[in-house]
């Protein structure tokens, strides 16, 4: 079982539409929780982090982590074309430490 | 956050040859970088965590006499693609990574083509 699971793709939603991002993971040690986003041929940029569970919201961008279930999310109001990326999430367990990332979810918002 | 830079951004190389990319963080130093690999739409693999001043530490899998790191100074890591062959054709991304807190700064990624 990989370490975090994510969901390919390819996504396509309208302009304007909600869009959800989600991961799974296995390993309960994790603490930091980070959304990147990654243009064709570019490095990631981070998006959003979350220490622990709950939620956190920037502009039209919100985390969500839910421990329990190993679950997270990424949640995208009033989608924009310019919000086309590949999404990957990523995971330690300490500071400093390596990252386990997902296999990116493709997007694309159609205008 | 940090300005992290990669050299080449796009390299061309012929089977059989060496290949090396840089990758050298602007603004603040790390003692530990970590070395990604990403093929098409599959997600990036750590494949070797390089630390200051020692060897690195490569990830099951990785052949570390084919994938050389050099992590010569605080602000600057190399990766030595050694005999290069048509898979090692990749994305090659590093990370530099702040022991304070979660963030990981990486550099843009340098594409390496081997015909």
């Known amino acids: 079982q990989k370490e975090v699971e994510q969901d390919p793709g390819p996504l396509s939603v309208p302009e304007g539409a909600i869009v959800s991002l989600n991961c799974t993971y296995s390993?309960?040690?994790?603490?930091?929780f980070m959304w990147y986003r990654q243009y064709s041929r570019k490095g990631p940029e981070l998006l959003m982090y979350?220490?622990?569970?709950g939620n956190k919201e920037d502009g039209r961008f919100t985390a969500q982590v839910d421990k329990s279930s190993k679950y997270i999310s990424l949640f995208i109001r009033d989608s924009q074309p310019s919000d086309s990326a590949t999404y990957l999430c990523a995971m330690s367990q300490i500071t400093g430490n390596q990252f386990y990332f997902g296999t990116g979810t493709s997007l694309t918002v159609i205008p | 956050g940090a300005v992290v830079s990669q050299h080449p951004s796009w390299v061309i190389c012929k089977s059989g040859t060496s290949v090396k990319i840089e990758c050298r963080s602007l603004d603040f130093q790390a003692t530990t970088m970590f070395w990604y690999r990403q093929f098409p739409k599959q997600s990036l693999m750590l494949m070797a965590t390089s630390n200051e001043g020692s060897k690195a530490t490569y990830e099951q899998g990785v052949e570390k006499d084919k994938f050389l790191i050099n992590h010569a100074s605080l602000t600057l890591s190399t990766l030595t693609v050694t005999s290069a062959h048509p898979e090692d054709s990749s994305f090659y991304i590093c990370g530099f990574p702040r022991s304070d807190s979660y963030e990981q700064y990486f550099g843009p990624g340098t594409r390496l083509t081997v015909t």
């Open positions: 979350t220490y622990s569970s």
């Open positions: 390993n309960s040690a994790f603490q930091y």
